[in-house]
């Protein structure tokens, strides 16, 4: 599966952005689907995932109740919709696949999309 990221800017804090990210091939419901983001000088971290049918979905700690994410079917995308934005907030978000029903680790993702950078100016 090919993966197209796309929706990142510059925004000022407490503002919104919603990312998308396009999926192509057929076996779109086969992978389940995650968020990470890397900031300068950071390790890639993990963001959020939703699983293979979408009624399942993680969040790690600092962006529970202000991100949502969200796979649409029909469209083969995934989006993440980020409310609230914070300075930290500010990296480059990648989408990413894996065949794992419930994972959080970057290694257990089997396709990367190309990142999106968002900024979060104070």
């Known amino acids: 599966v090919q993966l197209q990221a796309s929706g990142g800017g510059l925004v000022q804090a407490g503002g919104s952005l919603r990312l998308s990210c396009a999926a192509s091939?057929?076996?779109?419901?086969?992978?389940?689907l995650g968020w990470f983001r890397q900031a300068p000088g950071k390790e890639r971290e993990f963001v959020a995932f939703?699983?293979?049918?979408?009624?399942?979905?993680m969040y790690t700690d600092s962006v529970k109740g202000r991100f949502i994410i969200v796979r649409d079917f029909a469209k083969n995308t995934v989006s993440l919709q980020m409310d609230s934005l914070k300075p930290e907030d500010t990296a480059v978000y990648y989408c990413a696949a894996s065949t794992l029903v419930s994972t959080r680790l970057p290694g257990e993702f089997e396709y990367w999309g190309q990142g999106t950078l968002v900024t979060v100016s104070s």
């Open positions: 939703i699983n293979q049918r979408g009624d399942f979905t």
């Open positions: 091939g057929r076996t779109f419901s086969s992978y389940a």
